[in-house]
């Protein structure tokens, strides 16, 4: 079984910075893309930027230039640097990662997995 624990979300003022963390632990033999969604009160959930498994990115217009997306293969973890936050900005962050794991006779099973989401609030 594969989790997506997200971490670094909270209460931040306009102009500031938060940096998000997704850790995916279990029986994991390999991680290809890995993307950051969010999802506002009453939205629907949108992508904010992904990376591939060459890191490769990509950002939402709403994102470019503000946000970073990286990753660390050595601790299957993705991170978002969010710089000059807005308002706009306040939503449920997700991590969602397309993933491999090996079964017990063998078997390579692959699918997309879905973090449980953290908050990210932008107000003074």
């Known amino acids: 079984q594969v989790q997506l624990v997200e971490s670094g979300g909270g209460l931040v003022q306009p102009g500031g910075s938060l940096r998000l963390s997704c850790a995916a632990s279990?029986?994991?033999?390999?991680?290809?893309?890995m993307d950051w969604y969010r999802q506002a009160p009453g939205k629907q959930r949108e992508l904010v930027a992904p990376?591939?498994?060459?890191?490769?990115?990509n950002y939402a217009d709403s994102a470019e230039g503000r946000f970073t997306i990286s990753r660390d293969d050595a601790k299957n973890t993705v991170y978002l640097q969010m710089n000059s936050l807005k308002p706009e900005d306040t939503a449920v962050y997700y991590c969602?990662?397309?993933?491999?794991?090996?079964?017990?006779?063998?078997?390579?099973?692959?699918?997309?997995?879905w973090g449980q989401g953290t908050q990210v609030t932008v107000s003074s």
């Open positions: 969602n990662a397309d993933i491999a794991t090996e079964d017990f006779s063998g078997r390579i099973l692959r699918r997309n997995y």
């Open positions: 990376i591939t498994s060459g890191s490769s990115t």
């Open positions: 279990g029986s994991i033999f390999s991680i290809y893309a």
